[in-house]
DNA sequence: CCAAAAGTGTTGACTGTACACCCATGT
DNA sequence: ACATGGGTGTACAGTCAACACTTTTGG
């Protein structure tokens, strides 16, 4: 038996878990595949790397294609490599999983024919491949982040209420957490500044606006 | 241009960082290369899959034909793609973790021709690719692991004295532990069972010898 | 003036940390 | 008897969780 014949040659592709929230709702990015394997089923945004490309690029180019949006905040997940994944043949796929702040969701004019919809993480449809599997590796990924890190900020506008901040935090980790000890805690954290800034318009008292100090990602002891 | 021309077309392989624990030094398995590139130069355990072969299959399978050793705890660590690691093109490595007590460290009578030898991750060799990089990425997952998991019992032997378990705490985080402190957080943990025998031989007061309840991975809200 | 969301402190329980001495054995 | 590592408890500080009322606005 020739040498080369006892390898396998999988192919390897990449694909992303964008998350964002809408109306108190944890939301993933998904797109209607338009051929076969899995014709009509819904599947993450993902595909083969391009010549020259490294795994970071061809997430930027994912995400820019089918959401139509650059600079989210994303990360390397898992790699699946389940031989039964695709009834193609071998498939590798990196997964990432990238948050942005709904305000960013721009699905005009996309460079992609495919059509991007954001779906409740309550309620997905019936998912291609083993991108059902996938998308909770990363919902338990982001309920880790969000207790030990601030990546919260990458679901938020840049100027955000308490308020705000608390919802995603109640969403995401699916329970109610007090007022005060919130508030408290980010107090005592420090990563806020007061924008002395106010939102008015709902029919009750005005909130004050907020603003990461440092929008980069940290890593404290414990936030939750 | 033909479509297939547009896609990278990469390699893929697995590579394991293998720890263990001898003489207080933390120690990482590694081979001399006796081909090129990086003749000579040491590297992690690594290869291409098999026809057939699940990426952990293939990490038992090197673990084994390496280090002579069966069924120890491993994990997927991160995938690396960098586009110049290899330079005879694009190679993608899903890189594990594993973890062994040394006593099961069995080099004689190995499948595998190549010279495997442990070294202490304070002085390693001049390494092949990127595989200092990632030692220093899975000596960082081990350290957050140690603190948040019972995985230390993967470096133990089936039995054991406290001293030995905060020796390897100590060794690993790099830093002193307080005794009582120590066998209190374990004693309230209620992880471990006194095995009723005891460890003499030492020039000074015998030591309990306990054993995990349950040796499973279990996470756990802090350790240390 | 009423509805709606914003904002604000205190207490008790628990957890982490610092710290020093006696005990059982081998030589 | 002494050297060596094994084994044990207390007190203080910091953190977490529970809990209810007043304030400011829009309608």
Same mark, same amino acid.
């Given at each position: 038996m020739d040498k080369k014949d006892q390898y396998l040659n999988p192919s390897l592709t990449v694909d992303v878990v964008v998350f964002t929230i809408v109306d108190g709702e944890l939301k993933v990015l998904l797109i209607k595949r338009p051929h076969n394997p899995f014709c009509g089923f819904y599947a993450l945004p993902g595909g083969f790397l391009l010549k020259g490309e490294t795994m970071e690029k061809?997430?930027?180019?994912?995400?820019?294609?089918k959401a139509g949006v650059k600079k989210i905040y994303?990360?390397?997940?898992?790699?699946?490599?389940?031989?039964d994944r695709d009834p193609r043949g071998p498939v590798f796929s990196v997964a990432y999983f990238a948050l942005m702040p709904k305000e960013k969701i721009i699905f005009a004019d996309l460079a992609d024919a495919q059509s991007?919809?954001?779906?409740?993480? %309550? &309620?997905?449809?019936?998912?291609? !491949?083993?991108?059902?599997?996938?998308?909770?590796?990363? +919902?338990?990924?982001?309920?880790?982040?969000?207790?030990?890190?601030?990546?919260?900020?990458s679901l938020l506008p840049v100027v955000f209420t308490l308020t705000q901040l608390q919802k995603i935090y109640e969403t995401i980790l699916e %329970? &109610?957490?007090?007022?005060?000890? !919130?508030?408290?805690?980010?107090?005592?954290?420090?990563? +806020?500044?007061?924008?002395h800034k106010i939102l008015k318009g709902d029919r009750a008292r005005p909130a004050k606006l907020y603003a990461f100090k440092h929008p980069q990602k940290e890593t404290l002891k414990k936030f939750f």
């Open positions: 061809a997430v930027e180019r994912l995400i820019h294609d994303f990360e390397q997940l898992y790699t699946f490599g389940g031989l991007p919809e954001f779906w409740s993480v %309550k &309620k997905l449809p019936r998912m291609a !491949f083993d991108h059902g599997q996938i998308i909770k590796y990363a +919902l338990n990924r982001l309920k880790m982040k969000l207790e030990y890190t601030n990546v919260v900020y %329970k &109610k957490i007090d007022k005060r000890n !919130f508030r408290k805690k980010f107090a005592q954290l420090n990563l +806020l500044e007061d924008t």
